[in-house]
């Protein structure tokens, strides 16, 4: 899920992962597509605040090293790779 961060121009990406230790990261067009570590919260949810990119961007989650379009992002573009990418925007994600 994407939504708004609590800071001006952010937004908070989070994922739950549930059932043991995991390596969480996002990535996307935000990051240069190089991954950022997610932060575990309680119930397995995993979070990440960055910077919000003008327009829509693209990212996806790395979980034990495996790429995942986000769950709960029905927006979808083509990857490289013949996968997808999820898809967002940050004047259009709901605050959270």
Known sequence: MV?????????????TVPHGPHEVFV???????????M?????????????APAGPFEYKFLI????LT??????????PFGGFNSVAA???VAPR
Do not use: I, L
Not at 27 to 37: E, H, K, L, T, Y
């Open 64 to 67: 034990d090293g495996r790429w």
């Open 39 to 51: 932060t575990r919260r309680a119930g397995g949810t995993y979070v990440r605040q960055a910077a």
């Open 70 to 79: 986000d769950p709960d992002n029905p927006y979808r573009a083509p990857d």
């Open 90 to 92: 940050a004047d259009a």
């Open 27 to 37: 990535a996307g067009d935000f990051s240069g597509w190089q991954p950022v570590r």
């Open 3 to 15: 939504s708004k961060g609590r800071k001006a121009r952010t937004v908070r990406f989070a994922v």
